[in-house]
Antibody, heavy 127, light 110 residues
């Protein structure tokens, strides 16, 4: 079955760049997937960061778009998040997730939902 | 941009029914599907309702979802409450290119 696993530094300096990678296993790239990043600050709710389509187009949260880049490397079965100029407010658990379009192109999925999540990785912004 | 507003917390007794609301700030609630996620402490979210009212395989029929265009809101109802249902619940929708989550509702089963 499809599995996602986040990796990257757990500590980032203020004003630096947060970089995370999500390894994808067991998935096919059928075009129905939107590979996504979601974060959750300590004690807070879920916040959508952005998503990337099969063809490479990306959508970003209006509150983060000026600082965020999501990229997809299908040859390595992974997608990545870069968030620039981080502050303490960016301290959070970062999840990678598969979101689906209105159809399931290959294998089973839950259409229109985030149906597969990584376990999450805690990133702290501190000097 | 749009926002989804949920109550911060709800409480109910085992065996009872609870309903959690999710109000969309702009744009019609019917224009994009609403999903609901359950998140237990220390765990990743899981889908309990998708496409407004559909249950994924394995989710008990005690969970149901609906939308109400008159109040521009969605609702998640859980009947026959069990202590195991105690968790945070999030609604989620989109406007085509961006995604929003509600602020989350902590369900206390007392």
């Amino acid at each position: 079955q499809v599995q996602l696993q986040e990796s990257g530094p757990g500590l980032v300096q203020p004003s630096g760049t947060l970089s995370l990678t999500c390894a994808v296993s067991g998935a096919s790239y059928s075009g129905s997937e939107l590979w996504s990043w979601v974060r959750q600050a300590p004690g807070k709710g879920l916040e959508w960061i952005g998503q990337i389509y099969h063809g490479g187009r990306a959508d970003y949260s209006p509150s983060l778009w000026s600082r965020v880049t999501i990229s997809l490397d299908k040859s390595k079965n992974q997608f990545s998040l870069r968030l620039k100029f981080v502050t303490a407010a960016d301290t959070a658990v970062y999840y990678c997730a598969r979101r689906n379009r209105g159809f399931c192109g290959g294998g089973s999925c839950i259409p229109n939902a985030f149906d597969i999540w990584g376990q999450g990785t805690m990133v702290t912004v501190s000097s | 941009n749009f926002m989804l507003t949920q109550p911060h917390s709800v409480s109910e007794s085992p065996g009872k029914t609870v309903t959690i609301s999710c109000t969309r700030s702009s744009g019609s609630i019917a224009s994009n599907f609403v999903q609901w996620y359950q998140q237990r402490p220390g765990s990743s979210p899981t889908t309990v309702i998708y496409e407004d009212s559909q249950r994924p395989s394995g989710v008990p029929d005690r969970f149901s979802g609906s939308i109400d265009t008159s109040s521009n809101s969605a609702s998640l109802s859980i009947s026959g409450l069990k202590t195991d249902d105690e968790a945070d619940y999030y609604c989620q929708s989109s406007d085509g290119t961006t995604v929003a989550f509600g602020g989350g509702t902590k369900l206390n089963v007392l």
